[in-house]
């Protein structure tokens, strides 16, 4: 066998597995749509408002309701206090990060 051969056949069950993880997927969303359906319904009982991200910071909670400026409560040359402060990115304003 050759090395290209090899390598279509490496490739094909690549492709291959990459296709079954989608159908995979697929039956995960359906098993769990009704589990999904009862999480809609406690939300709207108990009138929760949005994701909550991280727990460590209020500024790394949700995006959308971060304060912009309590990442840089001691000044803006700060060192991050919490790790997850490295993992969201700066927000968005006016179409470019601030």
């Known amino acids: 066998m050759r090395k290209s051969d090899t390598f279509l056949v490496l490739a094909a ?3 291959a597995l990459f296709g079954l993880s989608f ?3 697929m039956r995960g969303v359906g098993a769990a749509r009704e589990s999904l ?3 809609m319904e406690m939300v ?3 009138g929760l408002t949005d994701l909550v991200l991280f727990t460590e910071a209020r500024y790394t909670r949700h995006p959308s309701q971060a304060d ?3 990442a840089f409560q001691d000044h803006p040359f ?3 206090h919490f790790p997850s402060g490295s993992l ?3 927000p968005m304003l006016n179409g470019r990060r601030s």
Do not use: C, G, N
């Open 23 to 25: 159908a995979d997927a």
């Open 44 to 46: 709207e009982q108990l």
């Open 88 to 90: 969201l990115p700066p």
């Open 13 to 15: 069950v690549t492709l």
């Open 68 to 70: 912009l400026h309590s």
């Open 37 to 39: 359906a009862r999480k």
């Open 78 to 80: 700060a060192l991050e």
